[in-house]
């Protein structure tokens, strides 16, 4: 199984539902549709729900700070998309590795050569 840094599975889940605990207990359900590197985030289309459970508010948009979240919960179909996506990063980064390993193994050569 790869790993995924929590920041890569945010930027993947742009656009798609997520449920947000904050440490407060409250709770939010909306769509991503921004994410910085603090991990704050902007949804949209926001269901907000008190601690209590009693109180429910619909928002068109909610910012919520990333130092106050507890907890996200994502679609199985985002994880998977960032499994791919670390899957292909991970080969990428293999393959150029291994392209500069070939290289230099040549240039060294030719330096030996001269």
Same mark, same amino acid.
């Given at each position: 199984?790869?790993?995924?840094?929590?920041?890569?599975? /945010? /930027?993947?889940? @742009?656009? $798609? *539902?997520?449920?947000?605990?904050?440490?407060?207990?409250?709770?939010?359900?909306?769509?991503?549709?921004?994410?910085? +590197?603090?991990?704050?985030? %902007?949804?949209?289309?926001?269901?907000?729900? $008190?601690?209590?459970?009693?109180?429910?508010?619909?928002?068109?948009?909610? =910012?919520? %700070?990333?130092?106050?979240?507890? !907890?996200? @919960?994502?679609? $199985?179909?985002?994880?998977? #998309?960032?499994?791919?996506?670390?899957?292909? =990063?991970?080969?990428?980064? #293999?393959?150029? @590795? !291994? %392209? +500069?390993? +070939?290289?230099?193994? @040549?240039?060294?050569?030719? *330096?030996?050569?001269?």
């Amino acid at each position: 199984m790869q790993n995924i840094f929590p920041l890569n599975l /945010l /930027l993947t889940a @742009r656009g $798609s *539902k997520v449920f947000v605990e904050i440490k407060s207990g409250d709770t939010f359900n909306g769509m991503i549709e921004l994410v910085d +590197k603090f991990m704050n985030v %902007k949804l949209l289309n926001v269901i907000h729900t $008190s601690k209590d459970g009693q109180q429910f508010v619909q928002l068109n948009e909610m =910012y919520i %700070k990333g130092s106050s979240i507890k !907890s996200f @919960r994502l679609q $199985s179909a985002t994880i998977d #998309k960032a499994l791919e996506e670390a899957e292909i =990063y991970n080969q990428q980064q #293999k393959d150029e @590795r !291994s %392209k +500069k390993q +070939k290289f230099g193994g @040549r240039q060294q050569k030719q *330096k030996q050569n001269k």
